[in-house]
C-alpha cells in the first residue's frame, strides 16, 4: 500500500512538473534557511561545552556604581579570587588571566632575531590555568607547563607560525619587555566546539607588572576571574543565590583599606548609594548571557540574535509550507476526478489523506536533499558575513539525522495537512457529474487569501526591520561624535620608543602631510581609566554632588586639536603653563558637577599619594569615547606631566592632509625605523576604529537583509503559482471578454487587484508588528533614530511592486493569448 502511494505520489509530480518544481524551489529555499539558522544557533550553543566539568566553573563579575555611573564587568579586583578560595569551602580553585595588550614575539636575540611579529593573543594567567580551563594540549603536562616563570604556551597555529614542522618544547621565545627568553613547555590544540576565551599564548601572570603592582587593591579591575566548585557543592541557581548572598559580608572585610587608602571609606561609599557586589556568572552561560557585561577578553554573542534568527527560521519554514498548501488546493479542480474514481472503488478519506501526504513527504525529501547541496555551496560566504566558523560536517554529527529527518516530516506534514483533507473531502457523486469545485471561492479561497496574508505579512515585517536596522547603522557613522575622526592615523603602543616618544611627535609634526600629532593613553573606543573625584566647594558656588566618577584620558597639549575636540569655556592645555595639576572636563563632567561655572574651580583625587587637587581650566563639547550603544559619561583630559595614574600604555595620533595616503603612510614609516629599526611599524585608522564597535550590528543586519529578500522571493514563488491557477481556471472568461472587446491592461487590473488588495492588507498588519520588535533592538543604543512612517512606506512598496510584478507578468502573458485558442480549448 505504502509503495503505491508513493509510486501514484511520484507520477503525479512528473505530470504536473510546473506546481513540483516550484513546491521543491520554495521548499529548498526554506530547508536551507533553516539549515543555516539551526547551524548557526548549535555553533552558538556549543560555546565552551568541551571543557571537562564545565557545570562546576564559573565567572566572577562585579556590578559596581560610583556616584552616577553603574556598570556591570566580567572582571575582578586582583585578590578576589583568592579570597573566595579561602572564605567558602565550597571552592575547589580559581584561576586568572590578564591580557598585558600589544607584544612584539620573536625567536633568537641580538643579531639573531628572527620571526618578529606584534601579537595581541597574549593571555598572563595563573599556573592552575589549563588545570581549571582544560583545553586539550598536543604535547606537554597542563599541571607543571606554567609553573615556570619563563614558560610559554602556545596554540597549534602559533607553533607553525614561529617554528613551522620543528618540534617547538623547549624552543625559547622573546617578548618584548622582558630581557629573559621563555621557554616553550606546551601546544594547546583548540577543540572544534568554539570557545568563549581564545588566545594565541599563555604565560604566567606572575610576569604582569600591573598584576603584582595592584595585587593589593579591591578597586584594580583588569583581571579576569574563573572559579570552580567541588564535586559535592552545589551549583544550582538557588545554591549560587545563598552564596552570593554571603560576598558583600567579605567584600566589607577585605575591601576596606582599599577604599580608604583611594580617600573613600567602604561604608561611607556604601551610603551614598555606592555599589561594589561580586556575582557569579555560569561558564556556559557567558557567551550568550553578557548583552549588559563588559569584557575586552571574552567572545560575547547575544541571545536576543539567537532567539530573533530562529523566529526567522521558523517563519521562513512555514511561508514554504504555505506555498505548498495554497498551489496543492489550487489546483484541486485538476485532481478532482482521481479523488472522486478513488473513493467509489471504494477509498476511505484516510487512504485519500495518506496519498496526499505521501506526495508532500516526496517532494519535502527531494527539497531536503537540494537544501543540503544549496547549504554546502552558501555556508562559507554565511560564515563571512556572520563571523564564523561554522563547519557542514555538523549536519552529520551523531543524531543530526534524526533532526533532518524531523525537519522533512515537519514539512510534509505542515505542507500536505491542508490538502490532504481539503481534497480528501470532495463528494464522489458530485465529481463525477462534472460539478464544479470551489478551487478558488467559497472558504477554501478564504483560507488561501489568508495564507497570502500571512506570507507577506513576515516578508515585508523583515523587509521592514532590516530597513530601520541599516538606517541606524548608518545613523552611526553619520552621528556627529562631536571629534573628527577622519584622516586620524593611530600608532597603538608607543610607549616602546621610550624617551624618544617626544622626540618622534615633534618629527611627525614636521613633515609637509601631517597636520598635528599627540600622544595619549587611550582613544574613544578602547575605554579608559575610571576613578572617584571629589568636586571642591568654593565661595558662592558649591557642586551639588560629593563625588563623581570620572573617566579619562593622559594626554598632551596637542590631543584637542588633533582630535577636532572644542572647547565649550576656558582653555585648553598649553606650552608656558605648568599643567601638571590642571584639568580639563567634559559638558556632562560640568552638568553632573553642578558648578554654575566650572573654570577656575578644583577637584580632589583622593588616590592619589597624597591628596591632589587639580584646577578646571577648560570645558570640551561633548564627544563619544565608546559607542552609540553607550550614553555619554563625564569624561576628562589630564596633562601627560601630571603622573595621575600609571598610564602603561600610550599611543599617538596623527592627523594627516586629506589626499592620497600612500605616500605620507610610507615617509611616517621611513621615520618609525630611524627612531626603532628594530620595532615593526604597525598603524590603523581611528574610522576603521570605530566602525568595528558596530562589527556584530553589522552582520545581524547582513544576515536579516538576506533572509528578508529571500522570505520575498519564496512569497513571491507561491504568488506566481497561484496566479498561473487563477489565469487557468479564467480561461474561458478571459477569451470572451478579449472578444467582446476587453484591452490587455483591463484583463492585467482585472487578475492583479484581488492579489494587490490582499498584500496591501498585509503591509498594514506587518507594519505594528515591525515596529515594535525594532522599537526594542533600538532600546540597545542610547543613540538612535526615530523610526519614520517613510521606512514603513519603502518595504511596503517594495512589497507591493515585487508583487505587482511577479502577478502583472503572468497576467499580461494570459492576457495577450489568442482568444480563439482559450475558446477552442473550453
Not at 523610526?787 to 492576457?815: E, P, R
Request: proline share 4%; with cysteine.
Amino acid at each position: 500500500m505504502i509503495k503505491n502511494y508513493f509510486k501514484t505520489a511520484w507520477r503525479n509530480a512528473v505530470r504536473n512538473r510546473a506546481q513540483a518544481l516550484i513546491n521543491v524551489f520554495g521548499l529548498t529555499l526554506g530547508m536551507a534557511c533553516v539549515m543555516l539558522i539551526a547551524l548557526f544557533i548549535k555553533h552558538e550553543y556549543q560555546y565552551d561545552r568541551h571543557f571537562a566539568d564545565a557545570d562546576r566553573i564559573f565567572r566572577v563579575n562585579i556590578n559596581g556604581k560610583m556616584g552616577e555611573e553603574e556598570f556591570y564587568a566580567g572582571y575582578t579586583p586582583p585578590p578576589a579570587g583568592r579570597t573566595l578560595m579561602e572564605t567558602f569551602p565550597e571552592i575547589e580553585s580559581y584561576t586568572r588571566l590578564y591580557r598585558p595588550g600589544q607584544k612584539i614575539v620573536h625567536t633568537g636575540e641580538g643579531a639573531n632575531r628572527e620571526n618578529r611579529f606584534n601579537e595581541q593573543g597574549i593571555l598572563g594567567v595563573d599556573s592552575n590555568f589549563l588545570q581549571v580551563l582544560a583545553y586539550p594540549l598536543r604535547t606537554g603536562d597542563r599541571r607543571t607547563c606554567l609553573t615556570d616563570p619563563h614558560s610559554i604556551v602556545l596554540t597549534e597555529a602559533m607553533t607553525k607560525k614561529y617554528f613551522g614542522d620543528a618540534n617547538p618544547i623547549g624552543q625559547e621565545l622573546y617578548i618584548e619587555g622582558d630581557e629573559q627568553p621563555y621557554t616553550v613547555t606546551g601546544v594547546v590544540d583548540f577543540p572544534s566546539t568554539p570557545s568563549s576565551l581564545t588566545f594565541d599564548f599563555l604565560i604566567p601572570i606572575s610576569n604582569a607588572e600591573n598584576v603584582r603592582y595592584f595585587d593589593w587593591s579591591w578597586v584594580w579591575l583588569n583581571v579576569a576571574t574563573y572559579i570552580k566548585f567541588k564535586p559535592q557543592a552545589a551549583t544550582d541557581a538557588a545554591a549560587i543565590k545563598r552564596l552570593e548572598a554571603k560576598f558583600p559580608a567579605m567584600m566589607r572585610q577585605h575591601a576596606v583599606s582599599a577604599f580608604q587608602r583611594i580617600g573613600q571609606p567602604y561604608d561611607e561609599f556604601l551610603k551614598k548609594g555606592g555599589k561594589w557586589d561580586l556575582s557569579l556568572q555560569p561558564l556556559l552561560d557567558i557567551h550568550l548571557h553578557s548583552a549588559d557585561i563588559t569584557s575586552l577578553v571574552t567572545d560575547q554573542g547575544s541571545i536576543k540574535t539567537v532567539y530573533f534568527f530562529a523566529v526567522i527560521a521558523l517563519f521562513i519554514l512555514l511561508l514554504a509550507c504555505v506555498n505548498f498548501m495554497n498551489l496543492s488546493t489550487a489546483g484541486a479542480s485538476k485532481r478532482a476526478k482521481e479523488i472522486g474514481v478513488r473513493k467509489v472503488i471504494g477509498s476511505t478519506r484516510l487512504q485519500v489523506a495518506r496519498q496526499f501526504f505521501a506526495e508532500a513527504t516526496i517532494l519535502s525529501s527531494f527539497a531536503c536533499l537540494m537544501a543540503l547541496v544549496l547549504v554546502y555551496w552558501t555556508l562559507p560566504y554565511f560564515n563571512q558575513i556572520a563571523g564564523k566558523t561554522i563547519v557542514f560536517e555538523t549536519l552529520w554529527a551523531a543524531g543530526s539525522w534524526v533532526y533532518l529527518a524531523l525537519l522533512v516530516l515537519v514539512c510534509a506534514l505542515l505542507a500536505g495537512s491542508y490538502p490532504a483533507f481539503y481534497l480528501s473531502a470532495f463528494k464522489p457523486v458530485a465529481v463525477l457529474k462534472g460539478q464544479k469545485i470551489p478551487a478558488a471561492s467559497g472558504s477554501n479561497g478564504s483560507i488561501r487569501s489568508g495564507l497570502i496574508v500571512f506570507q507577506f505579512t513576515i516578508s515585508i515585517a523583515l523587509a521592514i526591520c532590516t530597513l530601520v536596522v541599516y538606517q541606524q547603522l548608518k545613523y552611526t557613522q553619520l552621528h556627529d561624535l562631536g571629534l573628527d575622526k577622519e584622516n586620524v592615523l593611530v600608532i597603538s603602543n608607543s610607549e616602546r620608543l621610550g624617551n624618544q616618544q617626544n622626540s618622534f611627535k615633534e618629527e611627525l609634526k614636521r613633515l609637509s602631510a601631517v597636520n598635528n600629532a599627540s600622544i595619549t593613553s587611550s582613544l574613544p573606543g578602547r575605554g579608559g581609566h575610571g576613578d572617584f573625584y571629589v568636586p571642591l566647594p568654593s565661595a558662592g558656588d558649591e557642586p551639588v554632588v560629593k563625588d563623581i566618577t570620572l573617566v579619562s584620558y593622559l594626554t598632551d597639549a596637542d590631543f584637542i586639536e588633533t582630535m577636532g575636540i572644542s572647547l565649550v569655556a576656558g582653555r585648553n592645555f598649553a606650552d608656558g603653563y605648568d599643567d601638571s595639576r590642571t584639568v580639563l572636563i567634559n559638558e556632562t563632567a560640568a552638568k553632573r558637577m553642578g558648578y554654575k561655572q566650572p573654570v577656575g574651580k578644583f577637584i580632589n583625587y583622593p588616590g592619589g599619594n597624597a591628596a591632589e587637587s587639580y584646577q578646571i581650566i577648560g570645558v570640551m563639547k561633548d564627544f563619544h569615547t565608546e559607542s552609540l550603544h553607550v550614553p555619554i559619561q563625564p569624561f576628562a583630559l589630564f596633562h601627560e606631566s601630571s603622573h595621575t595614574y600609571d598610564g602603561f600604555f600610550s599611543n599617538i595620533v596623527i592627523r594627516v592632509k586629506p589626499g592620497g595616503l600612500s605616500p605620507v603612510l610610507q615617509q611616517i614609516s621611513q621615520l618609525w625605523q630611524s627612531f626603532s629599526p628594530d620595532l615593526p611599524f604597525e598603524h590603523s585608522f581611528l574610522r576603521e576604529e570605530l566602525a568595528m564597535q558596530y562589527a556584530s550590528d553589522q552582520r545581524t543586519a547582513e544576515i536579516i537583509g538576506i533572509f528578508s529578500m529571500l522570505s520575498i522571493v519564496i512569497a513571491c514563488i507561491g504568488l506566481l503559482g497561484l496566479v498561473i491557477f487563477a489565469t487557468q481556471l479564467r480561461t474561458k472568461e478571459i477569451g470572451i471578454r478579449k472578444v467582446l472587446g476587453a484591452t490587455e491592461g483591463s484583463i492585467v487590473r482585472l487578475l492583479s487587484k484581488d492579489f494587490m488588495k490582499l498584500i496591501g492588507l498585509a503591509v498594514l498588519i506587518a507594519s505594528p508588528i515591525a515596529w515594535w520588535a525594532m522599537n526594542n533592538w533600538l532600546e540597545d543604543f542610547a543613540y538612535r533614530i526615530d523610526m519614520a512612517w517613510w521606512m514603513f512606506a519603502v518595504a511596503g512598496s517594495m512589497a507591493l511592486v515585487i508583487a505587482l510584478a511577479t502577478v502583472g507578468l503572468q497576467a499580461m502573458k494570459a492576457a495577450t493569448a489568442n482568444p480563439v485558442d482559450s475558446l477552442r480549448n473550453e
